[in-house]
């Protein structure tokens, strides 16, 4: 029977039998004659093996035996103690003539007898002084007459006779039951000897028993060998061999034997074959002996760590079993033979190893360290600069790892420590980083704690991270570009097209292992339309590289020209074509549905970016003027009525308008075309519109770095605290347009035309009759402003409205009228500069917006009184 308990929370084990509700404590002398066998391994764990037929066991005819077993531990010398009980029954009905068990600290063997009632054996194993056992004697006197033990005869190999209280009180088990007789051995009895049995060195039990009955003597032979502990066992460094000798002759009266079965286990434990393959045990049974190996360090077992002048071994103990079933067959009787037997290393030399399973890419080192025992703890880690207990790991960032080493029974350490951490160190190679980690494990072997240390090295090589760079020209047709591919992957996007191969043959990608270059002709689909000017394309290319692992933009690149483009041409005979270009200003825009004057007059051809017309001068609606020496022919390209749809609500101009003139000499011969203006080469196409957006913000503070989101509002202000806002044209990329502020004035309410009304900027300039003047603030270029123009910053203070003589307002909104100026043609009002007018401003009047020009409102708020 096995009791295993563990693992086990006090530091002192007690161990007692129960019998008739009596615990008594099992003293090494008392287990070794009543059959018990008691270890605790270095995880805490508690192996209880006990016989049978031990001195405690209830027997139900030899059939089932129950053992009741006490566990006492005490956590400190205060606590009086926890008390567990462990009661274990177990059936065995396949007895064999002879039964024998080698443990660590007694033999036992039990023989069948001849008949049920003939030899009964008075009592208890103990008699005389041992009241635990009760009094044989007062026993004897309360059973029948009946055949009892008298005398055991020992062999050593010299006769020695003993009663059976002598034999008791020497240690030895004694006891008999309807079908059995037992005998059990302490291994160190005086009455054993050694005996040498096919060159394995085994001691030696022999016995006879005399029963006695009136005129009637009869006598029992019984016999025990068993190998002596680290008898007949080799050693290697990665295995364990025991050899178990075959035929044990003290055990066998004959030459005739026969063996029948053979098993192997570990803690008493019988395991099969696909158990034994798992862990890498071996039973071979040859004709001199059964041997077993063992792999060192495999499951079953387990390592005992030890230090020796700092250095770290450790001893690998596991407890095999053999079991053996043999007949011999002049008796026709068979014998079922028993070892435990445990086997414990020599010190062996354990090379703790360092493996660096760092991934740099992760940022972080991941080293694990072992195999250890597992009674090895980790107290703390020193560094050159400081010394961290484990404690102080979790907070400091560090992961900490303890876990089992596979097919073993030793354990590991996993420390992983961030590249940031200050007790990684720097240092700066050619071309790359190295991070070093140098740490020394305080480590105690317990319970001994016997302190020793391991030191680990590792070291991180970073190459260094270029990023891509990209630059590039144009010349009259396209864009050539050139990217700088650095040391990282990226994925390039052209507009907004991943370059694949396909896009890279169209584009001739060429490539030298450090650089690409791709040339995008300017009328590309991948390529951007912002303006479209008298004789020029302004258009826009746009590249990303961006990291295909987590999707985010390394580099963003984009690059405006203008290119020289006839979008009219006059051809003598009177036809006329032109081009419309799709402006990235209108994205919805469908160009194949744009038409002439006449909107039965749609494009030749059309693609998602141009559409382009070819008509006469005297179709689709074109006019003709008469001009000194010329005619004029003119005609627009727009969206027909019923779909200009996202027209400004304050503008009867259209979405989208391309003028197309030709001029003609009528002095000519033959027709051709020219442009009364002298600065014009070609015919004239004007500017195309699109939809401008305008925003107003209020920022932090007169740095204008900061700005009030959309949820911050209402935003609160102190009576004449400083109030900043910024106004500014958005995804402008034209730096001759500029914004200009025509009206700004406040309300109660977001009703920009309600009242009452109070002016901040009259025509372009602060309100003359203002106690607080307002202050316009210069715009300079950074990585947010990149055109000035673009942008108009002003300063008032907060102010209220004054409902009646005692209360004020409690919010006001700020309210702008915005013009956006091409200063190539302005026709007047704010686009001539600032305060340029006064007497215009004083009448109010506003000027006329050029057709490049438009007109815009913006607002803000609430901003509240605090």
Not at 384 to 410: I, K, T
Request: aromatic share 10%; charged share 20%; glycine share 6%.
């Amino acid at each position: 029977m096995l009791v295993e308990a563990g693992p086990l929370g006090g530091n002192l084990l007690e161990v007692s039998a129960v019998i008739n509700n009596t615990a008594i404590p099992l003293t090494p002398s008392i287990a070794a004659q009543c059959g018990f066998s008691v270890t605790i391994n270095q995880l805490g764990h508690a192996m209880i093996y006990a016989s049978l037929q031990n001195c405690f066991a209830e027997n139900v005819n030899d059939k089932a035996f129950t053992t009741t077993i006490n566990l006492l531990l005490h956590g400190n010398q205060m606590d009086e103690g926890e008390l567990y009980q462990v009661a274990e029954t177990c059936y065995y009905t396949t007895w064999a003539s002879r039964e024998i068990i080698c443990e660590r600290n007694y033999m036992e063997v039990s023989v069948k007898r001849a008949s049920q009632e003939d030899y009964v054996l008075p009592g208890h194993p103990a008699e005389g002084d041992n009241p635990k056992f009760g009094d044989p004697r007062r026993q004897a006197e309360e059973r029948p007459i009946e055949s009892r033990i008298t005398t055991l005869v020992f062999y050593t190999p010299e006769e020695r006779i003993m009663k059976v209280g002598e034999a008791q009180r020497n240690g030895y088990g004694v006891a008999s039951t309807a079908t059995r007789l037992l005998l059990r051995s302490p291994t160190t009895s005086p009455e054993t000897y050694t005996q040498s049995v096919a060159g394995v060195p085994m001691t030696v039990f022999k016995t006879s028993t005399v029963f006695e009955k009136k005129w009637l003597a009869t006598q029992i032979d019984a016999a025990a060998a068993c190998p002596i502990l680290d008898g007949g066992v080799s050693f290697t460094q990665n295995t364990i061999t025991w050899f178990l000798p075959r035929h044990i002759d003290p055990l066998i009266s004959s030459g005739q034997f026969q063996l029948l079965e053979v098993h192997m286990g570990v803690d008493g434990q019988r395991l099969d074959a696909a158990e034994m393959a798992a862990r890498g045990y071996s039973l071979t049974v040859t004709d001199g002996h059964v041997i077993v190996e063992v792999p060192v360090g495999s499951v079953g077992g387990y390592y005992k760590s030890h230090v020796q002048d700092d250095q770290y071994l450790a001893s690998y103990t596991i407890e095999p079993m053999i079991e053996m079933l043999w007949t011999e067959d002049s008796t026709h009787e068979d014998t079922r033979y028993k070892v435990l037997f445990p086997i414990t290393t020599p010190l062996l030399s354990q090379p703790l190893q360092v493996i660096d399973n760092t991934v740099p890419q992760e940022q972080v080192f991941k080293v694990l360290l072992g195999p250890f025992g597992t009674d090895v703890a980790l107290m703390n880690i020193t560094f050159p600069s400081e010394v961290l207990s484990v404690a102080d790991f979790s907070v400091r960032g560090f992961n900490f790892l303890e876990h089992m080493s596979p097919n073993s029974s030793s354990k590991v350490f996993t420390v992983e420590v961030p590249f940031t951490d200050p007790v990684v160190q720097p240092m700066r190679e050619k071309g790359m980083t190295v991070l070093s980690l140098h740490m020394t494990l305080g480590l105690l072997v317990l319970p001994e704690f016997a302190p020793f240390s391991h030191t680990a090295y590792v070291e991180a090589r970073l190459v260094d991270v270029v990023p891509p760079s990209i630059s590039g020209v144009c010349d009259e047709h396209s864009f050539y570009v050139l990217v700088n591919q650095g040391s990282m992957s990226f994925q390039t996007i052209v507009g907004k097209q991943i370059l694949t191969p396909h896009l890279a043959q169209q584009y001739g990608v060429v490539e030298n292992g450090t650089h690409f270059s791709l040339t995008v002709p300017y009328s590309a689909s991948d390529v951007a339309s912002e303006a479209v000017q008298v004789s020029t394309i302004r258009s826009r290319l746009d590249i990303i590289l961006r990291n295909p692992e987590n999707n985010k933009n390394i580099k963003e690149f984009s690059m405006a020209c203008n290119f020289v483009s006839s979008l009219t041409e006059c051809f003598p005979n009177g036809t006329i074509t032109a081009w419309a270009i799709k402006l990235e200003s209108v994205p919805s825009l469908n160009p194949s549905q744009l038409t002439l004057r006449d909107p039965a007059c749609g494009p030749a051809y059309s693609d998602d970016n141009f559409a382009y017309f070819v008509f006469t001068a005297n179709s689709c609606g074109t006019t003709r003027k008469f001009l000194p020496n010329m005619m004029l022919y003119e005609n627009e390209i727009s969206l027909p009525d019923g779909l200009q749809t996202n027209q400004d609500p304050n503008s009867e101009e259209p979405e989208y308008e391309l003028k197309v003139s030709c001029y003609y000499n009528i002095n000519k011969t033959h027709a051709v075309a020219f442009h009364t203006r002298p600065r014009r080469s070609e015919p004239y196409a004007e500017n195309a519109k699109g939809e401008l957006q305008v925003e107003m913000r209020l920022a932090l503070d007169d740095s204008y770095t900061e700005f009030y989101n959309v949820e911050d509002y209402p935003v609160a202000k102190y009576l004449q605290q400083p109030l900043y806002f910024e106004v500014e044209l958005m995804r402008s990329t034209n730096p001759r347009v500029s914004l200009e502020l025509e009206n700004c004035w406040a309300t109660l309410d977001d009703d920009r035309t309600s009242q009452p009304r109070w002016n901040l900027i009259i025509n372009g300039c602060g309100n003359p009759v203002d106690p607080h003047q307002l202050i316009l603030h210069p715009v300079w270029p950074n990585d947010r402003v990149k055109y000035p123009s673009n942008f108009k910053r002003f300063e008032v203070q907060m102010f209220a409205f004054a409902e009646d003589d005692d209360n004020l307002s409690r919010q006001v909104f700020v309210h702008c009228d915005v013009v956006i100026c091409d200063p190539r043609n302005p026709l007047g009002g704010v686009c001539n500069g600032p305060c340029s007018n006064q007497q215009n401003r004083a009448r109010g009047q506003r000027h006329a917006v050029s057709d490049v020009d438009s007109f815009k409102h913006v607002s803000s708020g609430p901003i509240i009184l605090s």
